[in-house]
């Protein structure tokens, strides 16, 4: 087997990419980004790669001999807000250009994330189920809807196999915010140690389906190594860790360190955040292969806080 790893350098690309070598071996794990300099060992062999140009995407796959692609390079939700353009062409035909490429050169495997973003304020908030109204009110969230959509065509029309989880926000140690709506719930684990307060750009009752990364990176490697034929769904698994409120996680932290203040200051990105579920039901990823989430919000706080501090 030999995987490409697209966004490599991104929040979850980072990790992902570490996990896979330690799995299939450091040479059969290729990492690709946008970035061209200053690219750390760890990442070798690495390739700088726009996917947003095709041909350049098939060279590296012929060149590589590449049989999975892990395709995470995208465009997060509030940047996407900020630059729908560019989240159009990098979330929708980026992708397009990985299903293309992958068609012509017969690649074997696909892995490609999808969000909660899909769902939108039509949708049930809580438990939100598998099948549900999908109306998505941001660029983000559309692309991703119709990247679920365009991923089951490809698995339909040209036999592929493609896998794909609706993540939640999530939470890591190992690398910044990445401009996501969730990514308070990683910001204020720094802005705690630092200086004791953070100002949350949601309101303190905002409930959102979170996963630590730990579980998101277990979850991504245990569907991608199904076998195909127990899937019964393939590009849109809802896929769950622990909700919580922004002002349960503030408690949580206090327990830890009892001078830390939060403050409230809601901007755009809250009219993002209530557009989207406050719980999943990820049902269907646990009867189909076997999911089930080790972290629960005080694991992941003493984990987040005991690896900061050493970082």
């Known amino acids: ?21 330690k799995i ?9 980004d946008l970035h061209s300099s200053n690219i750390k060992d760890e990442f070798q062999p690495y390739e700088t790669l726009n996917i947003l140009d095709k041909q350049a995407l098939a060279n590296v796959i012929k060149k590589h001999e590449i049989t999975t692609i892990y395709h995470l390079a995208a465009i997060l939700s509030a940047t996407g807000e900020k630059n729908p353009q560019l989240c159009f062409d990098v979330n929708i ?86 401009g996501g709506t969730t990514d308070y719930a990683v ?14 750009f949601l309101k303190p009752a905002t409930t959102l389906p979170m ?11 245990q569907l991608a190594e199904t076998e195909f034929s127990k899937l019964k769904n393939h ?10 409120s922004c002002q349960e996680l503030a408690d949580e932290i206090k327990k830890h360190i009892p001078e830390f203040q939060i403050s409230y200051e809601p901007d755009f990105r809250q009219q993002i955040a209530d557009s989207w579920p406050q719980s999943i039901d990820d049902s269907e990823a646990k009867k189909q292969w076997g999911w089930k989430a080790e972290y629960d919000l005080a694991k992941i706080t003493a984990d987040m806080l005991t690896n900061l501090k050493l970082k």
């Open 235 to 244: 590009s849109n698994f809802n896929f769950a860790g622990v909700s919580f």
């Open 24 to 32: 299939y071996g450091e040479k059969n794990v290729i990492t690709s």
């Open 1 to 21: 087997m030999k995987i490409l790893v697209t966004g490599a350098l991104g929040q979850i690309g980072s990790e992902l990419s570490i996990a896979l070598k």
């Open 187 to 200: 910001e204020i684990f720094y802005e705690a140690l630092k200086n004791k307060s953070y100002k949350c």
């Open 93 to 178: 035909i980026g992708l397009y250009n990985v299903l293309e490429v992958a068609r012509e050169l017969k690649i074997k495997q696909i892995i490609c994330p999808s969000s909660i973003a899909v769902f939108g304020p039509e949708t049930p908030r809580d438990n939100t189920p598998q099948q549900t109204v999908i109306l998505p009110k941001t660029m983000y969230g559309l692309s991703k809807a119709s990247g679920e959509l365009l991923c089951d065509y490809y698995v339909q029309k040209y036999n592929i196999d493609i896998r794909g989880l609706r993540y939640p926000g999530l939470i890591s140690y190992k690398t910044p915010p990445g």
């Open 211 to 221: 996963m630590y990364m730990n579980d998101a990176i277990r979850g991504t490697i």
